[in-house]
């Protein structure tokens, strides 16, 4: 049984009875079918992005790629950024990632990205879906260029990685993983651990570029390491 009002008259009838008059005013309606609007219009707005990023919000672009839909909707899947990479770092994504097919990304465990100087992916893209990357840090100063790149970020998994103890296995110590990246000290370092004789590998996600050059050089396998592209933080 429905709940009652101090008068007696059930709550959900005073409800529609003050929604009906509501209606009966003209502002009130103007009020209720705009609002009514941008909630369909939202909720369509973030079906058809779902949609169209399907598959790729799980890729590592290249560096200086816009977020995911803006980049889906620039690249022309001429694979210059493709030719241009020294390194071989891009590949071409397949069906199976729907509407991203043909866009390049990073499969960091193959072939990590290596963070050239002058990034010729993003000067060879003609089209603006990879731009020159700046960014900013907590401490208020800015950087540009390889160190500013952040297409995802390091995560470490201590049932994997070698310095944590775990069934069948005793730590040991290891740091492949800072000695592979290209910001030592900076974006990973190795953190004393009080309670067991190796250290640990940490990530500082404010600088880690997710390049994928730890996750390369990782010994463990599968790797302990794995770089969370930066579509999943947006």
């Keep these: 049984m429905g709940r009652s009002s101090a008068d007696g008259s059930p709550l959900i009838s005073q409800g529609l009875v003050f929604m009906s008059s509501r209606l009966d005013e003209h502002q009130g309606r103007s009020e209720f079918f705009s609002s009514a609007k941008k909630l369909a219009l939202g909720f369509f707005a973030e079906r058809f992005e779902t949609l169209a990023i399907g598959l790729g919000s799980d890729l590592i672009r290249p560096p200086g790629a816009l977020d995911e839909l803006s980049f889906l909707s620039c690249c022309t899947r001429c694979d210059k950024c493709i030719e241009a990479c020294p390194q071989d770092s891009l590949i071409k994504a397949d069906a199976k990632t729907g509407l991203a097919i043909g866009t390049p990304y990073i499969d960091p465990r193959t072939t990590p990205c290596y963070l ?18 700046t960014r900013a840090t907590n401490g208020g100063f800015s950087r540009s260029g390889p160190a500013a790149v952040f297409i995802g970020t390091a995560e470490i998994s201590s049932e994997l990685c070698l310095t944590y103890e775990a069934p069948n296995r005793t730590p040991m110590s290891c740091q492949v993983c800072v000695d592979r990246c290209p910001y030592p000290g900076i974006a990973i370092k190795m953190k004393p651990n009080l309670d067991q004789t190796h250290a640990h590998p940490e990530v500082v996600s404010e600088f880690c570029t997710g390049c994928g050059l730890c996750v390369f050089g990782c010994p463990t396998d599968p790797s302990a390491i794995k770089i969370i592209p930066k579509q999943k933080f947006n």
């Design 116 to 133: 050239c100087t002058e990034l010729p992916c993003i000067t060879a893209c003609p089209e603006g879906a990879l731009i020159w990357p």
